[in-house]
């Protein structure tokens, strides 16, 4: 076969490191779920009813994807950055129109993300109406620890979920508090997309999200899955 020819170099290969593994997790798409614990979902001012209601997603471009451990930019656009700390699915296999007794078999591994957030411009989206792309599918926005292979951990449904700011803590519940679970996810979404090995599910935030400002570290943690950190640096 013929190798194409470029006019530039294209885009690069987003990826996360596995525990374990010299081989990198390529990522494919980043979901993430709204709403997903219940007294965040009041602090947004956005009670969910599950019985009436359906979980809802938004996307981030995996350029986003930024690794554990980093420093970036207070990103421009925003006065009211935030963290989001949440439970990160990655799918290992394909996945179109599946039963929730299904999830375990899709899962290759978990990690711990910081959905971040320009939540002024979310704000004013949600308000009048229109995508919540500007608040949310920004760049060096969907933070990422390394990847868990699942293995015995099997379809995860509680373990403490926790974020500290310079040390303090902010955010602190149980995975068994997520309003929709991993299973019920997995069967929701994969009645939208044909989900692939390499895509990303944030599964949602509990409540305690707030801003940060230069120079903060947030630090987050779940039982099991480990550790994710950010460093907030100065405006570009
Ligand atoms: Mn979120």
Redesign the pocket.
């Given at each position: 076969m013929k190798t194409p020819s470029y006019l530039w170099n294209p885009p690069p290969v987003y990826s996360l490191a596995v525990r374990g593994l010299t081989a990198r997790y390529p990522v494919h798409r980043i979901f993430?779920?709204?709403r997903n614990y219940h007294a965040h979902a009041v602090e947004m001012g956005a009670p969910v009813d599950k019985s009436k209601a359906q979980p809802f997603y938004f996307t981030k471009s995996a350029s986003s994807l930024v690794e554990s451990g980093a420093t970036v930019p207070y990103p421009t656009g925003t006065s009211n950055y935030h963290y989001?700390m949440?439970l990160v699915v990655a799918i290992g296999a394909p996945a179109f129109r599946v039963k929730a007794a299904e999830a375990a078999s899709l899962i290759y591994g978990y990690a711990a993300g910081l959905?971040m957030?320009r939540r002024d411009l979310q704000l004013v989206a949600r308000e009048q109406g229109r995508p919540w792309d500007l608040g949310?599918d920004f760049e060096l926005s969907a933070v990422c620890s390394e990847i868990v292979p699942a293995g015995s951990l099997g379809v995860l449904d509680h373990g403490a979920i926790k974020l500290a700011v310079n040390g303090k803590e902010r955010q602190s519940a149980d995975l068994s508090q997520l309003i929709w679970s991993i299973p019920e996810l997995l069967a929701d979404l994969s009645k939208f997309y044909h989900l692939l090995p390499g895509d990303l599910i944030?599964t949602?935030?509990p409540e305690g999200v707030g801003a940060v400002k230069s120079g903060d570290l947030i630090s987050g943690n779940i039982d099991r899955v480990g550790e994710v950190s950010l460093a907030i640096g100065q405006p570009e």
């Open positions: 993430c779920v709204g989001e949440e959905d957030t949310k944030y949602g935030t």
